[in-house]
């Protein structure tokens, strides 16, 4: 956790303009939010825990739960919608087991939906970390997984 | 990039810039502008659009081809990134110029491609496969029957101001952009111009808001201006929210000391010390762009303290934007600057007056800042002349969807819908019809095909029952399904609304909830269901009267627009879907229903075992059936199918 | 001074104020679900446009300033219709509960739906079935009731000042939460009840028990007392609908006699022994000058929120029993020898303003025989409810009084009610303590008024005594930053979580407006001065008690009998 105050440390300024940055900064070294970095970024900028969550359960990018080894997230901007982008999302809703949001429980994989990643032109996209997939059909999904699986083995 | 010259040695020729006439340039001077314009270049130049969008279709990998084609025959060219032409769906672009040649482009280049190329280049041959055409420049020897770009259809029609220099340049070079006469607008205005006389100038201009918003620029900057705080903001909205919009994206990512010197102009111009840019955080490229270009600009001392001993201030931070669609509105967005839920607030009092941390703050969009330079540059009549009376200079159109060419278009206002829809972009894919466009995003509307002879101006638009907006244009072919594309318009609202007020949270929520109803089966074959469903569609007009009414916001005023312009053009497709229960063009999979083919099913489980709902059953090596109560309509066991056993009607 | 019209009519209408205001004092009522008296309008609910000629859209009157001949029109058709249809997305999805609700016939919902002539329901939405959070003691909530006006975030940040519960997620997924979305008994919530007291529906209601009570009633084997807080007898009025204020000084004894209790008693008995371990107390550290400031513990909202954010402070605190807990004391005890009951057979009922005493009661400190000293805890609204459900008409009762051996009592006691009460009775005691003789004038008028923090200095031939009373515990806040860090110049200090104290506990009737509150608060006063006794010290019957008890104040039985401790606790705050 002295991570935490590390990272505390560097944002001198103490208001609450600081607390979307110095969440961004926690996320990105830990990849999500706790309770007890809440506390402790609470205590430093003097704000309750309440408004931090509140606030970080506003947007979109902070999480509460740890993501998977692979990240995957579905494009459902307007021009991948049109292309079909739901039936990517189900497709993997049902490999994965999981819904947006969520991690298998073997840590492997993450789900999110986000929109539009750029790529209207490329429709529909989904990315795996940071590897795009251009123009994806949702019958190619299980195979890119069974990569992935057959990879990490 | 550019090894020879030496970077930073036009730093020190800032004031010669600044002071004397371009006619009375030292040649010193005159040179170092003709080598980094790349007017006159001692060796090849090679560049590959790096924009996101060519990014994820495969640009990195393209840029490396070339730098290991160059490498392994150990050709010495220069190799630098470029923004985005405009060409979404044709990339990626790479672009090759020899010394004394005019530049050619290529698109659609795949890895493999890069080798043939450059082959034929080097050997003084243009290839015609991935030939986009070249960019005409008098000083240089034209390619023989290459076409010039601006004989295309994409750009032939288009007035490029604020593009110009996109997918040309290279977005990380200061002194690239100083060299096509970069900042010199900046920097004469804080040494020649009073505050006021920036203001007056971009009213007489007629510039209006480029996020849709169509407010009088100078106008608001005056009020900022006049009054009284010791510190003022200016702040960049780069949230660019609306999904379907990217231009402003494609500005930072093509271009950023563009945007840059706007801020600096704006800040001057209402008194402001900080400047900031929200941006959404997914921005990676353009973030890793335009803080490399600030950081250029605070070296080259065009920000900092006491700019060129003008006695005047700025400085301009990044704030990243984690994410609510919501924050693009600028009371929010200054919520969310001040590390709050980015809760729209009333107005007034307007930010102009009372902002970011209660003190006058200018929220201003990335496309309106950035055609401040040129505005100032060129004096505001020469941008009165373009566009219309009431709608001046030009406007970024981003086009995604079914459309033939989908990407960036700058046309000047008043310009014909028609003429971008069918002459820029070619209409609707080959084979297929154009239906209709849908205009601004979320909170947008759409006109049929048959009625978009109309100018694009604010005004315009309105009174047609459609958007301008930020200036999103999806395209829709008979193969899209209306109901489809509103209903996730308004799940998208009720997700991204911010939740404060009764009207649009709840609202927008109602109406997602008929609407997915209107494309789903009906538990059992129910006259009474579908009543309903027809009364609730009826209530849906009138609720949207008071979403409009009463709502605190734009996203809840405006929420329901798609949806009522969708009524008033389509109003068939809604009661097919609730009479018929039928979607011609396929989309509301729930209605479909899929069945297996006894003749043509060989048993052979495969679609079975891939069903996500379960909804497929049978013993192997005997024709499978399809459960239509459990089948969601995904389409997967018709895709799968080797047999082509599975149909649906 | 500016002139509007409004309706078709002129009126003047003072500068700078908001729409709202201008039309409440022309007694124009625009109906209002969001805006809070003396809170930051947010122009959440909408409910309160009106039409304003020259504007596109409506306009939220609570939010929006007048200006020089702005034209209004408060009630024509267009505005009707929104503010229905506002009403009617409310209640598309919103349970059919009214029938069991608590909220029923004081809803603003509710209300408002009556009003507008909502007579059916024409939007149909997806009913939600959160889960209701019943873990804390003190209050409930049940989300599904939840408008989302956002009234009890406010209160919680702007007045309690602790802010437990804010918003969470946004859009169609918004809701009420603490930090972390924990059960509220887990969270940072000391229990005050603001937030129910602010709330317009049923979302937040206090933790019943009424119910378990009634199985005690019935039981002739069990000995049922009740006792209950000054508070209680002067706003029990307002949820029969008299005037606020009217005080029911022995009506209650007679319902509660009626509905079956077996004795009943006034918590200001407790009241008076109270004041005197207290005075008692701080005449001590007065002496030795040390963990001064004292700050009075009688609160149980502040006891958890030293506990939970300032241990500290935790020295500071008064450890004496708050007087229902000495109460509770007393009858187990003392009532049950002189009965001769065993103490088992005695079920314990306080009725009560505050909603955190039903947590309280649970504390492991407030046992005799490893069985609670108070068994159920209702609040005042309870009570209201308890009457009516026995179907006694408080319109026809003749006053009775209270039972011995705790019937004889002071104004002291009953002051404890006021934010300022206590602080006040103690002194009259100190004062007698310290100098021997009595106050010259008994009221102690700096400590009353309308400041969220009042002070006095009370000269005695020991020195000054400075007390102080803050209410509100947001406004406290700072008083206690300088108690930490030792700058404070006080030497009691009575501090009080709600608004003008336990007159508007967490437990009373709503609403509770400004007016309402201030008519309970006068009542009280206006006790003080007609009771011929005004000081703790004067009541015979406590001394009878101390004498056959507890033996004199400080001593060490009564020490035993009434002392308490405090401890640190951990929570995500
Ligand atoms: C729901 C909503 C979303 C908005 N999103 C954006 C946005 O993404 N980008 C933007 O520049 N303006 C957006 N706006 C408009 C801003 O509130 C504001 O008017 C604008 O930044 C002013 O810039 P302009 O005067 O240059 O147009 C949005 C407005 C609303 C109501
Ligand atoms: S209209 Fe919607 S987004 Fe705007 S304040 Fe109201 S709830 Fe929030
Ligand atoms: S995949 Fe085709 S052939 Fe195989 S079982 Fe399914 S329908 Fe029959
Ligand atoms: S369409 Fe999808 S849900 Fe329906 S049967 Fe085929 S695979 Fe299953
Ligand atoms: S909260 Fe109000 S409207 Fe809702 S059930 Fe209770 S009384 Fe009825
Ligand atoms: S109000 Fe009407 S519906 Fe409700 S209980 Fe009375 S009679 Fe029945
Ligand atoms: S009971 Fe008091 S502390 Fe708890 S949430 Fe309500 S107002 Fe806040
Ligand atoms: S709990 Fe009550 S006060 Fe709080 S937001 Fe919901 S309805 Fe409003
Ligand atoms: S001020 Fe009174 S009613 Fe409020 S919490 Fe404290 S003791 Fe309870
Ligand atoms: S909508 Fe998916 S990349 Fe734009
Ligand atoms: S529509 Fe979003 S970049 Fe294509
Ligand atoms: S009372 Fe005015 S908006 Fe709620």
């Given at each position: 956790?002295?991570?935490?105050?590390?990272?505390?440390?560097?944002?001198?300024?103490?208001?609450?303009?600081?607390?979307?940055?110095?969440?961004?900064?926690?996320?990105?070294?830990?990849?999500?939010?706790?309770?007890?970095?809440?506390?402790?970024?609470?205590?430093?900028?003097?704000?309750?825990?309440?408004?931090?969550?509140?606030?970080?359960?506003?947007?979109?990018?902070?999480?509460?739960?740890?993501?998977?080894?692979?990240?995957?997230?579905?494009?459902?901007?307007?021009?991948?919608?049109?292309?079909?982008?739901?039936?990517?999302?189900?497709?993997?809703?049902?490999?994965?087991?999981?819904?947006?949001?969520?991690?298998?429980?073997?840590?492997?994989?993450?789900?999110?939906?986000?929109?539009?990643?750029?790529?209207?032109?490329?429709?529909?996209?989904?990315?795996?970390?940071?590897?795009?997939?251009?123009?994806?059909?949702?019958?190619?999904?299980?195979?890119?997984?069974?990569?992935?699986?057959?990879?990490?083995? | 990039?550019?090894?020879?010259?030496?970077?930073?040695?036009?730093?020190?020729?800032?004031?010669?810039?600044?002071?004397?006439?371009?006619?009375?340039?030292?040649?010193?001077?005159?040179?170092?502008?003709?080598?980094?314009?790349?007017?006159?270049?001692?060796?090849?130049?090679?560049?590959?659009?790096?924009?996101?969008?060519?990014?994820?279709?495969?640009?990195?990998?393209?840029?490396?081809?070339?730098?290991?084609?160059?490498?392994?025959?150990?050709?010495?060219?220069?190799?630098?990134?470029?923004?985005?032409?405009?060409?979404?769906?044709?990339?990626?672009?790479?672009?090759?110029?020899?010394?004394?040649?005019?530049?050619?482009?290529?698109?659609?280049?795949?890895?493999?491609?890069?080798?043939?190329?450059?082959?034929?280049?080097?050997?003084?041959?243009?290839?015609?496969?991935?030939?986009?055409?070249?960019?005409?420049?008098?000083?240089?020897?034209?390619?023989?029957?290459?076409?010039?770009?601006?004989?295309?259809?994409?750009?032939?029609?288009?007035?490029?101001?604020?593009?110009?220099?996109?997918?040309?340049?290279?977005?990380?070079?200061?002194?690239?952009?100083?060299?096509?006469?970069?900042?010199?607008?900046?920097?004469?205005?804080?040494?020649?111009?009073?505050?006021?006389?920036?203001?007056?100038?971009?009213?007489?201009?007629?510039?209006?808001?480029?996020?849709?918003?169509?407010?009088?620029?100078?106008?608001?900057?005056?009020?900022?201006?006049?009054?009284?705080?010791?510190?003022?903001?200016?702040?960049?909205?780069?949230?660019?929210?609306?999904?379907?919009?990217?231009?402003?994206?494609?500005?930072?990512?093509?271009?950023?000391?563009?945007?840059?010197?706007?801020?600096?102009?704006?800040?001057?111009?209402?008194?402001?010390?900080?400047?900031?840019?929200?941006?959404?955080?997914?921005?990676?490229?353009?973030?890793?762009?335009?803080?490399?270009?600030?950081?250029?600009?605070?070296?080259?001392?065009?920000?900092?303290?006491?700019?060129?001993?003008?006695?005047?201030?700025?400085?301009?931070?990044?704030?990243?934007?984690?994410?609510?669609?919501?924050?693009?509105?600028?009371?929010?967005?200054?919520?969310?600057?001040?590390?709050?839920?980015?809760?729209?607030?009333?107005?007034?009092?307007?930010?102009?007056?009372?902002?970011?941390?209660?003190?006058?703050?200018?929220?201003?969009?990335?496309?309106?800042?950035?055609?401040?330079?040129?505005?100032?540059?060129?004096?505001?009549?020469?941008?009165?002349?373009?566009?219309?009376?009431?709608?001046?200079?030009?406007?970024?159109?981003?086009?995604?969807?079914?459309?033939?060419?989908?990407?960036?278009?700058?046309?000047?206002?008043?310009?014909?819908?028609?003429?971008?829809?069918?002459?820029?972009?070619?209409?609707?894919?080959?084979?297929?019809?154009?239906?209709?466009?849908?205009?601004?995003?979320?909170?947008?509307?759409?006109?049929?095909?048959?009625?978009?002879?109309?100018?694009?101006?604010?005004?315009?638009?309105?009174?047609?029952?459609?958007?301008?907006?930020?200036?999103?244009?999806?395209?829709?072919?008979?193969?899209?399904?209306?109901?489809?594309?509103?209903?996730?318009?308004?799940?998208?609202?009720?997700?991204?609304?911010?939740?404060?007020?009764?009207?649009?949270?709840?609202?927008?929520?109602?109406?997602?909830?008929?609407?997915?109803?209107?494309?789903?089966?009906?538990?059992?074959?129910?006259?009474?269901?579908?009543?309903?469903?027809?009364?609730?569609?009826?209530?849906?007009?009138?609720?949207?009267?008071?979403?409009?009414?009463?709502?605190?916001?734009?996203?809840?005023?405006?929420?329901?627009?798609?949806?009522?312009?969708?009524?008033?053009?389509?109003?068939?497709?809604?009661?097919?879907?609730?009479?018929?229960?039928?979607?011609?063009?396929?989309?509301?999979?729930?209605?479909?229903?899929?069945?297996?083919?006894?003749?043509?099913?060989?048993?052979?489980?495969?679609?079975?075992?891939?069903?996500?709902?379960?909804?497929?059953?049978?013993?192997?090596?005997?024709?499978?059936?399809?459960?239509?109560?459990?089948?969601?309509?995904?389409?997967?066991?018709?895709?799968?199918?080797?047999?082509?056993?599975?149909?649906?009607? | 001074?500016?002139?509007?019209?409004?309706?078709?009519?002129?009126?003047?209408?003072?500068?700078?104020?908001?729409?709202?205001?201008?039309?409440?004092?022309?007694?124009?009522?625009?109906?209002?679900?969001?805006?809070?008296?003396?809170?930051?309008?947010?122009?959440?609910?909408?409910?309160?446009?009106?039409?304003?000629?020259?504007?596109?859209?409506?306009?939220?009157?609570?939010?929006?300033?007048?200006?020089?001949?702005?034209?209004?029109?408060?009630?024509?058709?267009?505005?009707?219709?929104?503010?229905?249809?506002?009403?009617?997305?409310?209640?598309?999805?919103?349970?059919?509960?009214?029938?069991?609700?608590?909220?029923?016939?004081?809803?603003?919902?509710?209300?408002?739906?009556?009003?507008?002539?909502?007579?059916?329901?024409?939007?149909?939405?997806?009913?939600?079935?959160?889960?209701?959070?019943?873990?804390?003691?003190?209050?409930?909530?049940?989300?599904?009731?939840?408008?989302?006006?956002?009234?009890?975030?406010?209160?919680?940040?702007?007045?309690?000042?602790?802010?437990?519960?804010?918003?969470?997620?946004?859009?169609?997924?918004?809701?009420?939460?603490?930090?972390?979305?924990?059960?509220?008994?887990?969270?940072?919530?000391?229990?005050?009840?603001?937030?129910?007291?602010?709330?317009?529906?049923?979302?937040?209601?206090?933790?019943?028990?009424?119910?378990?009570?009634?199985?005690?009633?019935?039981?002739?084997?069990?000995?049922?007392?009740v006792?209950y807080?000054?508070?209680?007898t002067?706003?029990l009025?307002?949820?029969f609908?008299?005037?606020?204020?009217?005080?029911m000084k022995g009506i209650i004894n007679t319902a509660l006699r009626r509905i079956g209790f077996?004795?009943i008693?006034e918590?200001?008995?407790?009241?008076?022994?109270?004041?005197?371990?207290?005075?008692?107390?701080?005449?001590?550290?007065?002496?030795?000058?040390?963990?001064?400031?004292?700050?009075?513990?009688?609160?149980?909202?502040?006891?958890?929120?030293?506990?939970?954010?300032?241990?500290?402070?935790?020295?500071?605190?008064?450890?004496?029993?708050?007087?229902?807990?000495?109460?509770?004391?007393?009858?187990?005890?003392?009532?049950?020898?002189?009965?001769?009951?065993?103490?088992?057979?005695?079920?314990?009922?306080?009725?009560?303003?505050?909603?955190?005493?039903?947590?309280?009661?649970?504390?492991?400190?407030?046992?005799?025989?490893?069985?609670?000293?108070?068994?159920?805890?209702?609040?005042?609204?309870?009570l209201?409810?308890l009457i009516?459900?026995n179907?006694i008409n408080i319109n026809g009762l003749d006053p009775e009084p209270a039972d011995?051996?705790?019937?004889?009592?002071?104004?002291?006691?009953?002051?404890?009610?006021?934010?300022?009460?206590?602080?006040?009775?103690?002194?009259?005691?100190?004062?007698?303590?310290?100098?021997?003789?009595?106050?010259?004038?008994?009221?102690?008028?700096?400590?009353?008024?309308?400041?969220?923090?009042?002070?006095?200095?009370?000269?005695?031939?020991?020195?000054?005594?400075?007390?102080?009373?803050?209410?509100?515990?947001?406004?406290?806040?700072?008083?206690?930053?300088?108690?930490?860090?030792?700058?404070?110049?006080?030497?009691?200090?009575?501090?009080?979580?709600?608004?003008?104290?336990?007159?508007?506990?967490?437990?009373?009737?709503?609403?509770?407006?400004?007016?309402?509150?201030?008519?309970?608060?006068?009542?009280?006063?206006?006790?003080?001065?007609?009771?011929?006794?005004?000081?703790?010290?004067?009541?015979?019957?406590?001394?009878?008690?101390?004498?056959?008890?507890?033996?004199?104040?400080?001593?060490?039985?009564?020490?035993?009998?009434?002392?308490?401790?405090?401890?640190?606790?951990?929570?995500?705050?």
């Amino acid at each position: 956790m002295d991570r935490i105050d590390q990272i505390l440390n560097d944002f001198r300024q103490v208001n609450r303009d600081a607390l979307i940055p110095v969440l961004q900064a926690v996320q990105d070294e830990f990849g999500y939010l706790s309770g007890e970095s809440l506390e402790k970024i609470g205590a430093h900028l003097r704000l309750p825990a309440s408004k931090i969550y509140g606030l970080a359960t506003f947007y979109s990018q902070f999480t509460f739960a740890p993501r998977g080894k692979y990240h995957i997230r579905v494009c459902n901007g307007t021009a991948c919608h049109i292309d079909r982008s739901t039936s990517i999302l189900k497709e993997l809703n049902k490999q994965l087991g999981i819904v947006d949001g969520e991690a298998t429980r073997d840590g492997m994989f993450s789900l999110e939906v986000v929109a539009c990643m750029g790529a209207c032109g490329q429709s529909p996209v989904i990315a795996i970390n940071e590897d795009y997939y251009p123009k994806v059909r949702s019958s190619a999904i299980r195979g890119l997984l069974d990569d992935i699986r057959t990879k990490h083995r | 990039m550019t090894e020879e010259v030496h970077t930073g040695s036009i730093k020190k020729l800032i004031p010669e810039f600044i002071e004397k006439d371009p006619k009375e340039y030292s040649p010193e001077l005159v040179e170092l502008i003709e080598r980094l314009t790349h007017l006159k270049i001692l060796k090849p130049l090679i560049m590959v659009g790096l924009n996101t969008s060519g990014r994820i279709a495969g640009a990195r990998r393209v840029f490396e081809a070339v730098t290991g084609y160059l490498k392994e025959r150990d050709i010495d060219a220069e190799m630098a990134e470029t923004g985005a032409i405009g060409l979404n769906s044709e990339e990626p672009v790479l672009s090759v110029q020899l010394p004394g040649r005019t530049r050619v482009l290529f698109i659609n280049v795949a890895v493999d491609d890069v080798q043939v190329i450059l082959d034929d280049v080097f050997h003084h041959t243009i290839p015609r496969e991935k030939l986009l055409g070249q960019i005409r420049d008098e000083n240089m020897d034209a390619w023989q029957d290459v076409p010039f770009l601006d004989e295309l259809a994409f750009f032939s029609r288009q007035r490029r101001i604020l593009l110009k220099q996109n997918g040309i340049i290279d977005p990380l070079s200061i002194d690239a952009y100083i060299a096509h006469g970069g900042y010199r607008t900046f920097l004469k205005t804080i040494r020649y111009h009073t505050l006021e006389e920036i203001c007056v100038m971009m009213e007489e201009s007629g510039l209006r808001g480029r996020s849709g918003s169509g407010f009088l620029t100078g106008k608001k900057w005056m009020v900022a201006q006049q009054t009284p705080a010791e510190q003022k903001y200016l702040v960049c909205n780069a949230e660019e929210s609306d999904p379907g919009a990217f231009m402003d994206r494609a500005l930072m990512e093509g271009n950023p000391h563009q945007l840059i010197e706007g801020i600096c102009i704006a800040a001057y111009a209402i008194g402001a010390t900080k400047a900031y840019i929200y941006i959404r955080s997914e921005y990676n490229d353009s973030i890793r762009k335009l803080s490399a270009a600030i950081q250029a600009a605070r070296d080259y001392g065009i920000l900092g303290h006491n700019i060129f001993f003008s006695g005047f201030n700025l400085s301009i931070s990044i704030r990243k934007g984690p994410g609510a669609f919501v924050c693009g509105e600028e009371t929010a967005l200054i919520a969310s600057m001040e590390g709050k839920r980015g809760m729209p607030q009333s107005k007034p009092p307007y930010p102009a007056e009372r902002g970011f941390h209660k003190k006058p703050t200018i929220v201003n969009n990335v496309e309106t800042l950035s055609n401040v330079p040129h505005i100032i540059a060129n004096g505001p009549e020469w941008f009165r002349g373009i566009g219309t009376g009431d709608c001046t200079g030009t406007k970024i159109f981003s086009v995604s969807g079914r459309a033939r060419t989908r990407g960036l278009i700058e046309i000047p206002m008043g310009t014909s819908l028609e003429v971008l829809v069918q002459e820029i972009i070619g209409g609707s894919q080959p084979g297929r019809t154009l239906k209709a466009v849908h205009i601004g995003g979320p909170y947008g509307g759409m006109l049929p095909a048959s009625k978009l002879n109309i100018p694009v101006c604010y005004e315009t638009f309105r009174r047609a029952g459609a958007v301008l907006g930020a200036g999103g244009i999806l395209v829709l072919d008979e193969k899209t399904c209306v109901v489809d594309l509103v209903k996730y318009f308004m799940g998208f609202m009720k997700h991204q609304s911010c939740g404060k007020c009764i009207p649009c949270r709840e609202g927008t929520k109602r109406m997602s909830e008929l609407l997915d109803e209107i494309t789903r089966k009906p538990l059992a074959e129910d006259q009474h269901d579908t009543l309903e469903k027809f009364r609730g569609l009826m209530q849906l007009e009138k609720l949207a009267d008071v979403m409009r009414d009463t709502s605190l916001c734009g996203l809840g005023q405006l929420a329901a627009n798609p949806l009522i312009s969708a009524l008033w053009h389509f109003r068939e497709e809604f009661e097919e879907h609730i009479f018929d229960r039928h979607c011609k063009p396929n989309v509301c999979r729930e209605l479909r229903t899929y069945y297996i083919d006894v003749e043509l099913c060989t048993g052979c489980t495969v679609c079975a075992k891939r069903c996500p709902e379960d909804a497929i059953i049978g013993t192997e090596r005997h024709p499978y059936f399809i459960v239509p109560d459990k089948c969601t309509g995904c389409g997967i066991c018709k895709e799968v199918c080797k047999f082509s056993a599975v149909f649906y009607n | 001074m500016i002139k509007i019209e409004v309706n078709k009519k002129a009126v003047s209408v003072e500068k700078g104020q908001t729409i709202l205001s201008a039309l409440r004092e022309h007694g124009i009522m625009v109906p209002t679900l969001c805006s809070m008296e003396e809170l930051t309008p947010t122009g959440a609910c909408r409910m309160c446009v009106v039409e304003v000629e020259g504007f596109d859209n409506l306009v939220p009157a609570c939010s929006f300033k007048v200006q020089e001949w702005m034209k209004i029109k408060t009630h024509s058709a267009r505005v009707l219709r929104a503010r229905k249809a506002n009403v009617e997305l409310l209640l598309s999805n919103h349970p059919d509960d009214c029938l069991y609700c608590e909220r029923s016939g004081n809803c603003e919902l509710q209300k408002l739906a009556e009003d507008l002539n909502v007579r059916n329901r024409r939007i149909q939405g997806k009913r939600t079935s959160a889960k209701i959070d019943s873990s804390s003691l003190g209050i409930v909530r049940d989300p599904d009731k939840c408008i989302l006006c956002g009234r009890c975030v406010r209160v919680c940040e702007e007045i309690v000042g602790i802010s437990t519960i804010d918003f969470e997620r946004r859009g169609d997924q918004l809701k009420i939460a603490t930090a972390m979305s924990e059960p509220l008994q887990f969270s940072s919530c000391i229990d005050c009840g603001q937030c129910v007291v602010a709330c317009p529906t049923g979302a937040l209601i206090d933790h019943n028990q009424f119910q378990e009570l009634d199985t005690s009633l019935d039981d002739p084997d069990m000995i049922v007392t009740v006792q209950y807080t000054p508070e209680v007898t002067v706003s029990l009025a307002e949820a029969f609908g008299f005037r606020p204020g009217t005080d029911m000084k022995g009506i209650i004894n007679t319902a509660l006699r009626r509905i079956g209790f077996d004795y009943i008693f006034e918590t200001a008995f407790g009241g008076d022994v109270f004041i005197q371990e207290q005075a008692a107390e701080l005449i001590a550290r007065f002496r030795r000058k040390e963990k001064m400031p004292m700050i009075t513990s009688r609160c149980p909202a502040l006891v958890n929120y030293v506990e939970e954010f300032r241990p500290e402070l935790i020295s500071f605190l008064t450890p004496v029993r708050p007087p229902h807990q000495i109460m509770g004391k007393l009858i187990n005890k003392w009532f049950a020898t002189k009965k001769q009951v065993p103490s088992n057979r005695i079920q314990n009922v306080l009725i009560t303003n505050c909603t955190a005493a039903k947590y309280e009661a649970s504390r492991p400190e407030y046992a005799s025989d490893n069985s609670p000293d108070v068994d159920y805890v209702l609040t005042t609204r309870e009570l209201a409810r308890l009457i009516r459900l026995n179907g006694i008409n408080i319109n026809g009762l003749d006053p009775e009084p209270a039972d011995g051996p705790f019937n004889a009592i002071t104004s002291a006691g009953k002051l404890l009610a006021n934010a300022g009460g206590e602080a006040e009775a103690t002194t009259r005691t100190v004062f007698r303590e310290i100098s021997k003789k009595e106050m010259q004038d008994p009221r102690i008028t700096k400590l009353r008024g309308n400041k969220y923090l009042r002070d006095a200095v009370i000269a005695t031939p020991k020195g000054d005594l400075r007390v102080a009373v803050v209410h509100g515990l947001k406004h406290a806040l700072k008083v206690m930053d300088e108690i930490s860090t030792g700058k404070s110049e006080y030497d009691l200090i009575e501090i009080m979580v709600c608004r003008e104290g336990c007159v508007n506990g967490g437990g009373q009737p709503i609403p509770a407006n400004v007016n309402v509150i201030r008519a309970r608060t006068k009542t009280i006063y206006d006790i003080d001065k007609s009771e011929s006794l005004h000081c703790a010290h004067k009541n015979n019957a406590v001394a009878k008690m101390y004498e056959e008890f507890a033996r004199a104040p400080a001593s060490d039985q009564s020490r035993d009998l009434f002392m308490t401790r405090f401890a640190h606790r951990k929570v995500l705050k």
